[in-house]
C-alpha cells in the first residue's frame, strides 16, 4: 500500500480541535473512549482492571489530578494505537439503514479506539498485516433515493483517515445484502480488492488499489461469494455444488469447476469461515456437517467432511444458528461454530453455545456457554486466542478467552444492529 | 359468460388492434405488445413459445425469423421475466414484468441478431433468441 498518501493531519482539523473549549474531565473521558497511546494503554487498561477501577473512573481521576496539578487543558485529535491481532472491528448493518457505522475496539482492553461511517449496507474489509483497512459502499444522492454511487474506501489504520476513494462505475454495481464476511474480499498480496454483482449477472468487479482505480468486472458463472488464493486466482461457490476456480492473471478470465462436494439437501450456510493466510475454508450446512478445502493458486483439496454435533445431539433439536456463525483459528487449526437448539427454520436465531473442534480430526474439543444471546462470533489469530461473542440484539460485544470460554469484559452501544465481526491475522 | 371470460376477451381484442400499433412500447430492436402480463389461455394456438418451469426457460436457445413474436409462459408459481442487459435491445436495458404462474409475456423481434437474457430475480436463469 505504499503508493496510497498517508498525509498528517490538516490544519482546519488542528484548529477545530483546538477550538473546543471542553473541560479538562470531559477530555479524559474522551481519552478514555479512544486511546491514546499504545504501549500506556495496555498497561492501563491491566491497572484499571487490577484495582477495579473502570477506564471512565481511571479517566476521571488522572483529569482530576491532572487539574490539581495546573496542567493545561490542550484538546487534540488523537490517533488510534498501531493495530494488533486482538484488534477487532464491528461493522453495524443497522438493520437495512441508509448510513452505517463501524466500531475499531481494542480487544484487550474493551475500548472503542475509533469509528469509521459507511452508507447503505457497506461491505468492510482489513488487510491482514493490519497495513489498512477498507469498505465497498453505496450512497445516493438524497439520502436514501437519487442517484446512486458506489465505491471503495481505503482507511489508515491508525488516523482512520481515507487514504483512497475509488469510483465504481453506474454498470458495475455491486450486490446489495445483508452482509456476508466472504462476499468482497482482498487478494493475500492487497494490492486487489474484489467485490460481488448479482444483478444482471454474477460478476466479480476488480479493484485496483496500488492503482486506485476500478479495474475491470470479471463474467463468472452462477456462483457467490469470494475467497482468494493467490494475487489473481479466486474460488467461489456455486449453485451446481462445486466450487469456481476463477483466473484473471493478464487481463483475461478462465474459469473451471472443481467435483460437486455437496448435495442439494446439504445447504450450506451464508458465513463460512476463511483464513487468508492458509487457505482454509471451513463451511458448515444448517445441521452443522463441517466441509473443509483447501485452496491453492493450483486447486482445491477436499478434506474428509465431519459433524460438529453428536447424532444425540441433533436428535435433540440441536443445530447452527445466528449470523457469523463460524470462525478458524488458523494457528491452532480450530474451528468454532455457533449452536443452540432450535427449530430447523430458525437458523438466524442467535445462540448460546460455541462448539470448538479440532480442524485436522473433527474431535470436539469444547462446548462453551456463552452466557448471552450471540449472533456472531470470531477469533483473534494470535496463540492466546480471544473469543469475540457479538449480540446484536444488545448491541454489545462480549470477549471472552477462547481456552476457557470465560467472559473477559464487555463493550455496549455498539449502534443498532451490530452484525459483522473482522480482524487482523498479523502472524507469519 | 363470466367476469373472468369478459375480461379475457377484452385482452384479446386490445391485443390484436396493438399489433400494428407497437410505438408506445418500441425499443430499437425489439416490440412488446404490452408490458402487462396476458393469460396463457390467450396465446395464439400456433405461436412460438417459450415455457417457463423448474427454474428454468426450456427452450435456452431458439431460432426465429425477424418479425417473429415469441410468447413466454410461466408454467410455476415461482413468479419469473425476461430482461435484457443494456445495449442488447436497445441503448438501456429492458426489463420485462414478472410472470405468475400461467401468465405469458409476448415480444417481438424486429431485427436479426443474437439476443441473450435473464430472469432478473433469478440471473441464473438464461436463454437466447437467435433471430435470421
Ligand atoms: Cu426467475
Given at each position: 500500500?505504499?503508493?496510497?498518501?498517508?498525509?498528517?493531519?490538516?490544519?482546519?482539523?488542528?484548529?477545530?480541535?483546538?477550538?473546543?473549549?471542553?473541560?479538562?474531565?470531559?477530555?479524559?473521558?474522551?481519552?478514555?473512549?479512544?486511546?491514546?497511546?499504545?504501549?500506556?494503554?495496555?498497561?492501563?487498561?491491566?491497572?484499571?482492571?487490577?484495582?477495579?477501577?473502570?477506564?471512565?473512573?481511571?479517566?476521571?481521576?488522572?483529569?482530576?489530578?491532572?487539574?490539581?496539578?495546573?496542567?493545561?487543558?490542550?484538546?487534540?485529535?488523537?490517533?488510534?494505537?498501531?493495530?494488533?491481532?486482538?484488534?477487532?472491528?464491528?461493522?453495524?448493518?443497522?438493520?437495512?439503514?441508509?448510513?452505517?457505522?463501524?466500531?475499531?475496539?481494542?480487544?484487550?482492553?474493551?475500548?472503542?479506539?475509533?469509528?469509521?461511517?459507511?452508507?447503505?449496507?457497506?461491505?468492510?474489509?482489513?488487510?491482514?498485516?493490519?497495513?489498512?483497512?477498507?469498505?465497498?459502499?453505496?450512497?445516493?444522492?438524497?439520502?436514501?433515493?437519487?442517484?446512486?454511487?458506489?465505491?471503495?474506501?481505503?482507511?489508515?489504520?491508525?488516523?482512520?483517515?481515507?487514504?483512497?476513494?475509488?469510483?465504481?462505475?453506474?454498470?458495475?454495481?455491486?450486490?446489495?445484502?445483508?452482509?456476508?464476511?466472504?462476499?468482497?474480499?482482498?487478494?493475500?498480496?492487497?494490492?486487489?480488492?474484489?467485490?460481488?454483482?448479482?444483478s444482471p449477472a454474477?460478476?466479480?468487479?476488480?479493484?485496483?488499489?496500488?492503482?486506485?482505480?476500478?479495474?475491470?468486472?470479471?463474467?463468472?458463472?452462477?456462483?457467490?461469494?469470494?475467497?482468494?488464493?493467490?494475487?489473481?486466482?479466486?474460488?467461489?461457490?456455486?449453485?451446481?455444488?462445486?466450487?469456481?476456480?476463477?483466473?484473471?492473471?493478464?487481463?483475461?478470465?478462465?474459469?473451471?469447476?472443481?467435483?460437486?462436494?455437496?448435495?442439494?439437501?446439504?445447504?450450506?450456510?451464508?458465513?463460512?469461515?476463511?483464513?487468508?493466510?492458509?487457505?482454509?475454508?471451513?463451511?458448515?450446512?444448517?445441521?452443522?456437517?463441517?466441509?473443509?478445502?483447501?485452496?491453492?493458486?493450483?486447486?482445491?483439496?477436499?478434506?474428509?467432511?465431519?459433524?460438529?454435533?453428536?447424532?444425540?445431539?441433533?436428535?435433540?433439536?440441536?443445530?447452527?444458528?445466528?449470523?457469523?456463525?463460524?470462525?478458524?483459528?488458523?494457528?491452532?487449526?480450530?474451528?468454532?461454530?455457533?449452536?443452540?437448539?432450535?427449530?430447523?427454520?430458525?437458523?438466524?436465531?442467535?445462540?448460546?453455545?460455541?462448539?470448538?473442534?479440532?480442524?485436522?480430526?473433527?474431535?470436539?474439543?469444547?462446548?462453551?456457554?456463552?452466557?448471552?444471546?450471540?449472533?456472531?462470533?470470531?477469533?483473534?489469530?494470535?496463540?492466546?486466542?480471544?473469543?469475540?461473542?457479538?449480540?446484536?440484539?444488545?448491541?454489545?460485544?462480549?470477549?471472552?478467552?477462547?481456552?476457557?470460554?470465560?467472559?473477559?469484559?464487555?463493550?455496549?452501544?455498539?449502534?443498532?444492529?451490530?452484525?459483522?465481526?473482522?480482524?487482523?491475522?498479523?502472524?507469519? | 359468460?363470466?367476469?373472468?371470460?369478459?375480461?379475457?376477451?377484452?385482452?384479446?381484442?386490445?391485443l390484436?388492434?396493438?399489433?400494428?400499433?407497437t410505438?408506445?412500447f418500441a425499443q430499437d430492436r425489439i416490440a412488446v405488445l404490452t408490458h402487462a402480463p396476458v393469460a396463457a389461455?390467450e396465446v395464439?394456438?400456433?405461436a412460438i413459445v417459450v415455457n417457463i418451469d423448474k427454474m428454468k426457460y426450456d427452450v435456452p436457445e431458439l431460432t426465429v425469423?425477424?418479425?417473429d413474436t415469441v410468447y413466454w409462459v410461466n408454467k410455476e408459481?415461482m413468479p419469473h421475466n425476461v430482461a435484457f442487459k443494456k445495449g442488447i435491445v436497445g441503448?438501456g436495458d429492458f426489463r420485462g414484468e414478472m410472470l405468475k404462474k400461467d401468465q405469458a409475456y409476448a415480444i417481438t423481434f424486429n431485427e436479426?441478431g443474437d439476443f441473450e437474457y435473464f430472469c432478473t430475480p433469478h440471473p441464473f436463469m438464461r436463454g437466447k433468441v437467435i433471430v435470421?
Amino acid at each position: 500500500m505504499a503508493a496510497l498518501p498517508r498525509e498528517s493531519t490538516p490544519g482546519y482539523l488542528r484548529l477545530l480541535g483546538a477550538g473546543l473549549t471542553c473541560s479538562v474531565l470531559a477530555l479524559g473521558a474522551a481519552q478514555a473512549q479512544t486511546g491514546t497511546e499504545p504501549a500506556e494503554d495496555a498497561d492501563a487498561a491491566a491497572a484499571a482492571a487490577a484495582d477495579g477501577q473502570t477506564h471512565g473512573q481511571r479517566a476521571a481521576a488522572e483529569a482530576a489530578a491532572a487539574l490539581a496539578a495546573g496542567e493545561a487543558d490542550e484538546p487534540v485529535i488523537l490517533k488510534a494505537p498501531a493495530p494488533d491481532t486482538r484488534r477487532v472491528y464491528v461493522q453495524d448493518p443497522a438493520h437495512f439503514a441508509a448510513v452505517t457505522q463501524q466500531y475499531v475496539i481494542d480487544g484487550a482492553s474493551g475500548r472503542v479506539l475509533g469509528m469509521t461511517d459507511g452508507g447503505f449496507l457497506p461491505h468492510p474489509l482489513a488487510a491482514e498485516d493490519g497495513s489498512f483497512f477498507a469498505q465497498v459502499s453505496s450512497v445516493w444522492s438524497r439520502i436514501a433515493r437519487g442517484d446512486r454511487e458506489d465505491y471503495v474506501e481505503v482507511f489508515d489504520s491508525e488516523t482512520l483517515r481515507p487514504i483512497a476513494d475509488i469510483a465504481i462505475p453506474d454498470d458495475a454495481q455491486r450486490f446489495l445484502v445483508g452482509t456476508y464476511q466472504w462476499m468482497n474480499a482482498l487478494t493475500p498480496d492487497n494490492k486487489t480488492l474484489l467485490y460481488y454483482q448479482f444483478s444482471p449477472a454474477p460478476a466479480v468487479g476488480v479493484v485496483d488499489l496500488e492503482e486506485q482505480k476500478f479495474d475491470r468486472l470479471l463474467d463468472v458463472p452462477d456462483c457467490y461469494h469470494i475467497f482468494p488464493a493467490s494475487p489473481t486466482v479466486f474460488y467461489m461457490n456455486c449453485r451446481d455444488g462445486s466450487l469456481a476456480r476463477v483466473d484473471f492473471a493478464g487481463g483475461e478470465t478462465e474459469v473451471t469447476n472443481t467435483e460437486v462436494f455437496h448435495t442439494e439437501e446439504e445447504l450450506l450456510i451464508n458465513h463460512p469461515a476463511f483464513s487468508l493466510r492458509s487457505g482454509r475454508l471451513v463451511w458448515p450446512t444448517y445441521t452443522g456437517k463441517i466441509f473443509q478445502m483447501d485452496l491453492t493458486e493450483e486447486g482445491v483439496n477436499f478434506r474428509p467432511p465431519f459433524e460438529a454435533l453428536t447424532e444425540a445431539e441433533r436428535a435433540d433439536d440441536w443445530r447452527p444458528g445466528g449470523w457469523q456463525q463460524t470462525a478458524y483459528h488458523r494457528p491452532s487449526d480450530r474451528i468454532y461454530l455457533l449452536v443452540d437448539q432450535r427449530d430447523e427454520w430458525r437458523h438466524k436465531t442467535a445462540s448460546r453455545f460455541v462448539v470448538v473442534m479440532n480442524a485436522a480430526t473433527g474431535e470436539r474439543i469444547d462446548m462453551l456457554e456463552l452466557g448471552h444471546e450471540i449472533d456472531s462470533i470470531n477469533v483473534s489469530q494470535d496463540a492466546e486466542p480471544l473469543l469475540y461473542g457479538l449480540s446484536s440484539g444488545s448491541r454489545t460485544l462480549h470477549i471472552y478467552d477462547a481456552a476457557s470460554g470465560q467472559e473477559l469484559r464487555s463493550v455496549d452501544q455498539l449502534g443498532r444492529g451490530p452484525q459483522i465481526l473482522m480482524t487482523h491475522d498479523m502472524g507469519a | 359468460m363470466n367476469s373472468a371470460m369478459t375480461f379475457r376477451s377484452a385482452l384479446a381484442a386490445f391485443l390484436l388492434s396493438a399489433v400494428s400499433a407497437t410505438g408506445a412500447f418500441a425499443q430499437d430492436r425489439i416490440a412488446v405488445l404490452t408490458h402487462a402480463p396476458v393469460a396463457a389461455a390467450e396465446v395464439p394456438a400456433d405461436a412460438i413459445v417459450v415455457n417457463i418451469d423448474k427454474m428454468k426457460y426450456d427452450v435456452p436457445e431458439l431460432t426465429v425469423q425477424a418479425g417473429d413474436t415469441v410468447y413466454w409462459v410461466n408454467k410455476e408459481v415461482m413468479p419469473h421475466n425476461v430482461a435484457f442487459k443494456k445495449g442488447i435491445v436497445g441503448d438501456g436495458d429492458f426489463r420485462g414484468e414478472m410472470l405468475k404462474k400461467d401468465q405469458a409475456y409476448a415480444i417481438t423481434f424486429n431485427e436479426a441478431g443474437d439476443f441473450e437474457y435473464f430472469c432478473t430475480p433469478h440471473p441464473f436463469m438464461r436463454g437466447k433468441v437467435i433471430v435470421e
